[in-house]
């Protein structure tokens, strides 16, 4: 168990839980998160733990900036504490993250990031490493769940020796990798509560940043000469061809180097990758007389190198990005054709005398909305409502409505997007706009967006699809689920619509989106209102909630089917499938979870209630 306090003990444990283990043994007093694939399992772990360890203050907080001010309250308060988020997030966190490293933390502050190389989850491919060059505190890479463990332990520390935050970079591999932990102790105290006021370095003022600004300077400058004897910083000197690896991606190198049986190879494996130890790097460069720079995405290190070579007037050839990419993850096939490439003199021997093993070639396929997710029922709604309207749409379960045969998504750009846009398509076009967003990223950042359509009175009609949970990363709860962050009832749900008619929204609806012939009329009269924007909440609980997984499968009448397809071409559902034999479809009752949205949506009642099986 994650919580046990048994040094030595070896557990098998994904990196992410490696990130809350790691926490446990600083002594962690504050750990809060707004989920975000990759890293999702950080918040969801402390969420689990929190109760049975009673000894840290957990929260799902409705954005990552909210999130970041909590623990750097935490901090303030002599707490250790701890915020997680997906890179994306930084961006939503970006503003009191950049302000606060002038006055700087108290306790240690850690912010563990999931990057996503490849956008398995996500929209853009950013490098984390570029807030802590434009923030200047630190970054570390683990290269294994052992080291995610240990680093993050560290990392309290080295925070509260610069009075800096301290970014733990994972990418999606190394927080979805697992591997052996071997545990060390959790300490019985935590950090009493003490907050000292101090407004030069907690009130971040015009005049109180002009005083604090070179202290920043001068304390990012000791940081600089401490990562030099950094124990994260592993070199070893051998041959004239080098290489520079960041945390994971040393692992392909040396996967690289063993197949190939290179072993007269200088290699520098750097764990804290922003600051980087400046002179460790020259005494690399001067040893070799050719290095190759291994770093996903952005070229921050082989910039950084070649800069140092030039002050320094070190004649050596540097490669980076222009044999490796500066997209998409890496792995040790990229690593090892950028190795062979570089190499002054290709060896001799090959790895065993074959290839590299060729990854898995799976035949495509779309991602789909699960069978009875009530945001089908929605789409289709809007779309039978008026096909020619405009769709901003927002980040979640729903935003996979673009996916044909919907194609209820034209526009998707960042988490509250879909409000901010679509109010200013009302303005600029004749069309008629459906802006839909989910209940969690409505708390996350489209309240302000909400204020704003308002305010300026556009005609947008706003769908908030609720299906009370924050469903994609992994049903969390948010504030209008009825759940607090630890799971327990509460009594007062933060309701969507009341904050609407709060505000002075005059069309407010509240729909069951399973009831599609109802939802089509509520969306048609919502188009004819033009007076400011309109909000529908369309409230149907995810599918895959405890509760709601499993019904009696509807079944079908196949002397009164026409043979129209609608149900299988146009609303889509996998549960439904068509026979080309029979001329019908079949339902897979597997997938079916009787909702009987399909019901409403068959023109001829082939689509009828099930019976128990």
């Given at each position: 168990?994650?919580?046990?306090?048994?040094?030595?003990?070896?557990?098998?444990?994904?990196?992410?839980?490696?990130?809350?283990?790691g926490?446990?043994?600083?002594?962690v007093?504050?750990?809060?998160?707004?989920?975000?694939?990759?890293?999702?399992?950080?918040?969801?772990?402390?969420?689990?733990?929190?109760?049975?360890?009673n000894?840290?203050?957990w929260?799902?907080?409705?954005?990552?900036?909210v999130?970041f001010?909590?623990?750097?309250?935490?901090?303030?308060?002599?707490?250790?504490?701890?915020?997680?988020?997906?890179?994306?997030g930084?961006?939503?966190?970006?503003d009191?993250?950049?302000?606060?490293?002038?006055?700087?933390?108290v306790?240690?502050?850690?912010?563990?990031?999931?990057?996503?190389?490849?956008?398995?989850s996500?929209?853009n491919?950013?490098?984390?490493?570029n807030?802590?060059?434009?923030?200047?505190?630190?970054?570390?890479?683990?290269?294994?769940?052992?080291?995610?463990?240990?680093?993050?332990?560290?990392?309290?520390a080295?925070?509260?020796?610069f009075?800096l935050?301290?970014?733990?970079?994972?990418?999606?591999?190394?927080?979805h990798?697992s591997?052996?932990?071997?545990?060390?102790?959790?300490?019985?105290?935590r950090?009493?509560v003490?907050?000292?006021?101090?407004?030069?370095?907690?009130a971040?003022?015009?005049?109180?940043?002009?005083?604090?600004?070179p202290?920043?300077?001068?304390?990012?400058?000791?940081?600089?000469?401490?990562?030099?004897d950094?124990?994260?910083?592993?070199?070893s000197l051998?041959?004239?061809?080098?290489?520079?690896?960041?945390?994971?991606?040393?692992?392909y190198?040396?996967?690289?180097?063993?197949?190939?049986?290179?072993?007269?190879?200088?290699f520098?494996h750097?764990g804290?990758?922003?600051?980087l130890?400046?002179?460790?790097?020259?005494?690399?460069?001067?040893?070799?007389?050719?290095?190759?720079?291994?770093?996903?995405?952005?070229?921050i290190?082989?910039?950084?190198?070649?800069?140092?070579a030039?002050?320094?007037?070190v004649?050596?050839?540097i490669?980076g990005?222009?044999v490796?990419?500066?997209?998409y993850?890496?792995?040790?096939?990229?690593?090892?054709?950028a190795?062979?490439n570089?190499?002054?003199k290709?060896?001799?021997?090959?790895?065993?005398?074959?290839?590299?093993?060729e990854?898995?070639?799976?035949?495509?396929r779309?991602?789909?909305l699960?069978?009875g997710?009530?945001?089908?029922?929605?789409?289709?709604?809007?779309?039978?409502?008026d096909?020619?309207?405009?769709?901003?749409?927002d980040?979640?379960?729903?935003?996979?409505?673009?996916?044909p045969?919907l194609?209820a998504?034209?526009?998707?750009v960042?988490?509250?997007?879909?409000?901010?846009?679509?109010?200013?398509?009302?303005?600029?076009?004749?069309?008629?706009?459906?802006?839909?967003?989910?209940d969690?990223?409505?708390?996350?950042?489209?309240?302000?967006?909400?204020?704003?359509?308002?305010?300026?009175?556009?005609?947008?009609?706003?769908?908030?699809?609720?299906?009370?949970?924050?469903?994609?990363?992994?049903?969390?709860?948010?504030?209008?689920?009825?759940?607090?962050?630890?799971?327990?009832?509460?009594?007062t749900?933060?309701?969507p619509?009341k904050i609407?008619?709060?505000?002075?929204v005059?069309?407010?609806?509240v729909i069951?989106?399973?009831?599609?012939k109802?939802?089509?009329?509520?969306?048609?009269?919502?188009?004819?209102?033009?007076?400011?924007?309109?909000?529908?909440?369309?409230?149907?609980?995810c599918?895959?909630?405890?509760g709601?997984?499993?019904?009696?499968?509807?079944s079908?009448?196949t002397?009164?089917?026409?043979?129209?397809?609608?149900?299988?071409?146009k609303?889509?559902?996998?549960?439904?499938i068509?026979?080309?034999?029979?001329?019908?479809?079949?339902?897979?009752?597997?997938?079916?979870?009787?909702?009987?949205?399909?019901?409403e949506?068959?023109?001829?009642?082939?689509?009828v209630e099930?019976k128990?099986?």
């Open positions: 168990m994650l919580l046990d306090n048994k040094p030595g003990l070896v557990e098998l444990l994904m990196g992410n839980q490696a990130v809350v283990r926490a446990l043994e600083a002594g007093g504050v750990a809060c998160t707004y989920p975000g694939t990759p890293a999702s399992e950080i918040g969801d772990t402390f969420a689990k733990y929190s109760i049975a360890a000894s840290y203050y929260e799902y907080a409705t954005n990552e900036k999130a001010e909590t623990a750097l309250a935490g901090s303030w308060s002599n707490l250790r504490s701890i915020v997680s988020m997906k890179h994306v930084i961006n939503v966190a970006a009191a993250l950049l302000s606060m490293t002038y006055g700087g933390s306790a240690g502050l850690v912010l563990a990031v999931g990057d996503d190389p490849s956008c398995f996500s929209q491919e950013q490098d984390s490493r807030y802590a060059r434009f923030g200047m505190f630190p970054c570390m890479e683990p290269s294994s769940p052992q080291e995610t463990k240990d680093m993050v332990k560290d990392a309290f080295l925070s509260e020796s009075r935050p301290v970014m733990i970079r994972q990418t999606t591999r190394s927080a990798c591997g052996n932990v071997e545990y060390g102790p959790i300490p019985e105290q950090n009493e003490v907050f000292t006021k101090d407004k030069l370095h907690k971040v003022l015009p005049s109180h940043a002009y005083q604090l600004h202290d920043l300077i001068a304390r990012f400058q000791s940081l600089r000469d401490f990562i030099c950094s124990p994260w910083t592993r070199m051998k041959g004239p061809f080098g290489i520079i690896a960041n945390g994971l991606t040393g692992n190198v040396k996967e690289s180097l063993h197949y190939e049986n290179l072993e007269d190879i200088s520098l750097l804290i990758t922003y600051p130890p400046e002179k460790s790097l020259l005494t690399f460069i001067q040893h070799c007389d050719t290095v190759l720079v291994v770093e996903e995405l952005d070229p290190t082989e910039e950084t190198l070649k800069r140092i030039f002050d320094n007037n004649q050596v050839k490669h990005k222009d490796l990419p500066s997209t993850e890496f792995n040790t096939r990229i690593i090892h054709d190795i062979m570089t190499l002054p290709t060896p001799t021997i090959s790895f065993k005398g074959e290839s590299l093993p990854a898995s070639k799976m035949p495509p779309f991602p789909v699960c069978p997710c009530p945001h089908r029922s929605t789409f289709y709604a809007i779309r039978k409502a096909p020619k309207g405009i769709y901003p749409s980040i979640g379960c729903y935003t996979l409505g673009i996916q045969p194609n998504v034209d526009t998707c960042c988490m509250g997007a879909s409000i901010g846009v679509g109010s200013a398509l009302a303005h600029f076009n004749k069309e008629n706009v459906f802006a839909t967003i989910g969690s990223t409505f708390f996350h950042t489209g309240l302000p967006a909400l204020v704003n359509a308002l305010w300026n009175k556009s005609n947008v009609n706003i769908i908030l699809v609720d299906n009370s949970i924050t469903a994609m990363t992994g049903q969390q709860p948010n504030p209008s689920c009825g759940l607090n962050s630890v799971f327990e009832k509460i009594e749900p933060i309701y619509e609407a008619e709060a505000m002075g005059q069309f407010i609806r069951n989106p399973l009831k599609i109802e939802s089509i009329e509520v969306f048609k009269e919502a188009a004819a209102f033009k007076d400011g924007p309109s909000f529908i909440v369309s409230r149907a609980p599918c895959m909630l405890k709601f997984q499993k019904k009696t499968p509807v079908i009448d002397k009164a089917c026409i043979g129209c397809k609608i149900c299988t071409s609303f889509s559902c996998p549960a439904l068509w026979d080309e034999t029979t001329k019908h479809p079949i339902v897979d009752h597997d997938l079916c979870n009787g909702c009987e949205a399909c019901i949506v068959c023109p001829s009642g082939a689509i099930g128990e099986q």
